[in-house]
Structure formats: C-alpha cells, structure tokens
C-alpha cells in the first residue's frame, strides 16, 4: 500500500508467484486493493461534510460546486473584494489606491490569486460579502525613504496591506508584482525592503 504495508490480495498471496496466465486476475486485484486503500479516509471526510450539510443536499452537488462553497471562486471577483476594503490614513480616491486598483485588475488570475496569498495567506475569496470574517485593509506605509524604493508590506493575519505612495502606476504596478512573486513567506513581511536592497 502506499505506507509500505504490505497486503495479501489472495490468502497465501504472499507465496502464490504470478505467471503470464493469471497477470490479469493479479492486475485487477491490486487495482481493487489500491483503489479502496483510503477507504476510511474517504468515509471519514463525508461524515464529517454531512455534519454540516445533509447528505441529500450535498447528493445535489457535484464536486465543483461543492469545491466553490468550500473554497471560494477560484477567480478573484475584484468588485467583491472591493466592496469588502476599508482604508485607513488614504480614501478610496487617492491615486495610490487608484494605482492599486487598476493594477489588480489588470493583473492575471494567478497574480490576483498570488496577490491574495501575499495580504492574506488565502488564494480564494470567501464567496458573499456576509461570508468574510475581515474586511481587506489598505493603508498608507509610511516611510521617511524615497516611496518608489519600498515594497509594500502585507499583514496576513490581519488581512491588511501597506503601501507606499508610488509617484506612478508603473512603479506601484511593478513593485506589488515583486512583492507578491518574491515575499511569499510571513517571516519577511517586515524584511520586503531589505529584500528589494539586495537584488539591486
């Protein structure tokens, strides 16, 4: 099995050798065991589910429905995520925030989904407003260095992102694309300008 265990798959199996005449009643045996080898696992799983939703309910389902209300879209839906932002020390008509957003829109689906691991350790949206348990947060990093020369800086278990105030869309654009490929790890919320100073 995959552990290692080993199975008799016939009693006596272990000193019964396989010939070229039963290779197919010994195939389709080890395809059995295989296949039903996480049995339990499987079982376990649905019992669980069925605590949440009746078993005739999720018989409705199939499993890509069931996957998107477990999971989320796996698309970022950019008008849902907006309408669950709040800002703080900037409005939703500065131009930094307006760099921002045009740069999430113009962003791939996988970049969106990067963006979203970066600020939140998440690559999916909830998916109904009433079904976020934080509201996404962007504010403004203060900084005494030259803006363009800083990363943004995301707070993943406050849902939260920090950033400079770019003098460009190009520079905000390129700077939260380096951010969300190259800071991956939570260690190095802190840590993005040291990383972007090294690279250089």
Not at 34 to 52: F, P, T
Not at 61 to 89: A, F, M
Not at 107 to 113: A, G, I, L
Not at 122 to 135: E, I, N, Q
Request: proline share 4%; hydrophobic share 40%; aromatic share 10%.
């Amino acid at each position: 099995l995959s552990d290692g265990t080993e199975v008799e798959l016939v009693p006596g199996g272990n000193k019964t050798i396989v010939t070229f005449d039963t290779r197919a009643e010994w195939a389709e045996l080890v395809e059995k065991v295989r296949l039903n080898e996480s049995k339990r696992q499987a079982e376990a799983i649905r019992r669980g589910l069925m605590l949440i939703i009746p078993e005739g309910v999720l018989n409705l389902l199939t499993w890509r429905e069931l996957e998107t209300l477990v999971c989320g879209k796996p698309i970022l839906d950019v008008d849902l995520l907006k309408q669950n932002t709040i800002y703080r020390s900037c409005s939703e008509t500065d131009q930094i925030i307006e760099f921002f957003w045009r740069a999430i829109v113009e962003f791939t689906p996988e970049e969106r989904s990067m963006y979203l691991r970066f600020v939140w350790g998440r690559s999916r949206l909830p998916l109904t407003s009433k079904d976020f348990p934080m509201k996404h947060t962007v504010e403004i990093l203060r900084t005494q260095n030259d803006p363009d020369l800083m990363l943004p800086v995301a707070h993943t278990c406050f849902f939260q992102l920090e950033i400079p105030k770019y003098s460009s869309y190009e520079v905000c654009r390129d700077k939260l694309r380096y951010a969300i490929t190259h800071c991956q790890a939570i260690d190095t919320d802190g840590r993005a300008y040291d990383i972007w100073e090294e690279e250089d």
